[in-house]
């Protein structure tokens, strides 16, 4: 039962433009979405999250775009920089008192000098 | 900056044998996790604990897993009989109770690879 997905494996990008990630779920009861960065043998790092009650969020080269009437939310990053080259996981959680996340599959930014 | 550690960094079993792995949690955090990552899967919850009791655990975290805060510092899994399924990246987490935003603080992992 995949309830968040993120339908690409990988991405690659040219560094200085814009990265697009997706991520997709269908519990409507998630109330935070995260998004979290991760380098090989390595645990996931905290990059920003978006309550349910907002569209948007936005930290520094990172923005996170919420629909939830489609179920859909993306990571952009612009600009994109070769320290950005990482695997990136969509993640939801039931906000206050219901901590557990649930994660996506994971998109592997490539980020081309 | 306060961060979640957790040991051994790498460990190699033959298959029963029982493992324990370790991790010190954030110091002023009171909810815990662990989470595991089977190579090239997604990371998957295992079981959350708070005040000395598992809050939630998932359909993996089966009798042959148990946690334990057995110090004010220490959050455990142990894995009593393991099997060859087992071998993957054992991730722990911890939270402030008080976070609304649902941030999990991850360690650095500990890779299971069970022979």
């Known amino acids: 039962d995949q309830q968040v997905k993120q339908n690409s494996p990988s991405l690659s990008v040219q560094e200085g433009r814009i990265s697009i990630l997706n991520c997709d779920y269908t519990?409507?009861?998630?109330?935070?979405f995260l998004w979290y960065k991760k380098y090989p043998a390595e645990g996931p790092t905290f990059l920003i999250s978006?309550?349910?009650?907002?569209d948007k969020n936005e930290d520094g080269r990172f923005t996170v775009f919420l629909n939830k009437s489609a179920k859909h939310l993306s990571l952009h990053i612009v600009p994109s920089q070769p320290g950005d080259s990482a695997v990136y996981f969509c993640?939801?959680?039931?906000?206050?008192?219901?901590?557990?996340?649930?994660f996506g599959t994971g998109t592997r930014l490539t980020i081309i000098p | 900056e306060p961060e979640v550690t957790q040991t051994p960094s790498h460990q190699v079993t033959q298959m029963g044998q029982e493992v324990i792995l370790r991790c010190v949690p954030i110091?002023?955090?009171?909810?815990f996790y662990w989470y595991r990552q089977i190579l090239g899967q997604k990371v998957e919850f295992l079981v959350s604990?708070?005040?000395?009791?598992?809050?939630?655990k998932s359909e993996i975290f089966d009798d042959q897993f148990s946690v334990e805060r057995p110090d004010g510092s220490n959050f455990t899994l142990k894995i009593r009989s393991t099997k060859l399924e087992d071998s993957a990246m054992y991730f722990c987490?911890?939270?402030?109770?008080?976070?609304?935003?649902?941030?999990?603080?991850f360690g650095e992992g500990s890779r299971l690879t069970v022979l």
């Open positions: 993640a939801a959680s039931g906000g206050f008192g219901n901590e557990k996340l649930t």
């Open positions: 519990n409507s009861m998630f109330d935070y």
């Open positions: 978006i309550s349910s009650i907002k």
């Open positions: 110091s002023n955090h009171l909810y």
């Open positions: 604990f708070y005040n000395n009791e598992i809050s939630e």
């Open positions: 987490a911890s939270i402030a109770r008080l976070a609304l935003t649902g941030e999990l603080f």
